[in-house]
C-alpha cells in the first residue's frame, strides 16, 4: 500500500496551520460551543486566534513539528461533514519548558466520532517518528473529562492535579498528563501555565 492509498483511505486530513487557515480556525475558537468546559477561553478577536496560527508555525519552524490543521478526509465523510470541511486544530506544539504539548480543539458538530483521540494518536506517531527524547505532556481541566480521555488513549498518564491558572469556575482543578515521568523544572512550568 503506497502512502497515496493511505491518505485517500483516512478520516482526517492534517496539514500544517498557515495564516490562510485564520478564518477557519477563528470559526472554530469563537463558538461559543466550543468552550462548554471555560467559557472566558472563547475568542473575541481574529488576533487571538492569529496567535494559534502563530505558535503552531513558530513550534513547525524551530522543532519541525506543530499543531496542524484538522479536516475532514474522505474516510470520514457523511451526510452532514463533507471531505475537507475544516473541523479544528490539534496536535503537538514545542512548549518554552521543551516539552511538547498535546492539544486538540475541534468544532462541537465533530465530537464523539473519535477524531480527537485519532489526531493525538497521530501526534505521537509524529513525534516519536522524529524522536522519543522528549516528554509529550497535556493539560486538562478537571471539568473535561473527555480532553483527559483522549490524553490516556494516546498513551498519556496524569502525573499532577491541582490548582489551574485558568479564569476556571469554582472547584474545577488543573490536570497534567505525561507520557513519562517529568523532570523539576518542566513540571514547575506546566503548572504555572495549567
Ligand atoms: C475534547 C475534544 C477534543 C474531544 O473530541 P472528540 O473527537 O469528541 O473525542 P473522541 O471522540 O476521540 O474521544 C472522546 C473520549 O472521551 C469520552 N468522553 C466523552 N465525554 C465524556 C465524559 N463526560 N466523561 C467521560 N468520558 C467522556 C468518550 O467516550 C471518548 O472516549 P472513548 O473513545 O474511550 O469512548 C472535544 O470535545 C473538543 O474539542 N472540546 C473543546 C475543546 C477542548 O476541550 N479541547 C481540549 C482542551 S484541554
Redesign the pocket.
Known amino acids: 500500500m503506497t502512502n497515496l492509498d493511505l491518505a485517500q483511505e483516512a478520516r482526517l486530513a492534517f496539514s500544517p496551520l498557515t495564516p490562510d487557515d485564520l478564518e477557519s480556525v477563528f470559526g472554530v475558537y469563537s463558538d461559543p460551543d ?2 462548554q ?1 471555560l467559557p472566558v477561553g472563547r475568542h473575541n478577536t481574529r488576533e487571538q486566534s492569529r496567535r494559534i496560527v502563530d505558535d503552531a508555525i513558530k513550534s513547525r519552524r524551530e522543532h519541525d513539528i506543530g499543531q496542524w490543521a484538522v479536516r475532514v478526509g474522505d474516510q470520514g465523510s457523511d451526510d452532514s461533514l463533507r471531505a475537507g470541511t475544516f473541523i ?1 486544530t490539534g496536535g503537538v506544539n514545542m512548549t518554552p519548558a521543551l516539552v511538547w504539548n498535546l ?4 468544532s462541537p458538530t ?9 489526531i493525538a494518536l497521530a501526534a505521537v506517531a509524529a513525534v516519536r517518528a522524529k524522536s522519543d527524547s522528549v516528554a509529550i505532556t ?4 478537571s471539568n ?4 483527559a ?2 490524553a490516556v ?1 494516546a498513551g498519556l498518564r496524569k502525573v499532577w492535579a491541582g490548582p489551574t491558572m485558568a479564569a476556571a469556575a469554582a472547584g474545577i482543578t488543573g490536570e497534567i498528563f505525561s507520557d513519562r515521568d517529568l523532570g523539576g523544572d518542566a513540571l514547575r512550568w506546566l503548572i504555572e501555565n495549567v
Do not use: D, I, K, M
Open positions: 466550543t468552550w468546559h479544528g492539544g486538540y480543539r475541534l465533530t465530537w464523539g466520532r473519535g477524531f480527537a483521540t485519532e497535556a493539560r486538562v481541566l473535561n473529562p473527555a480532553s480521555q483522549v488513549r
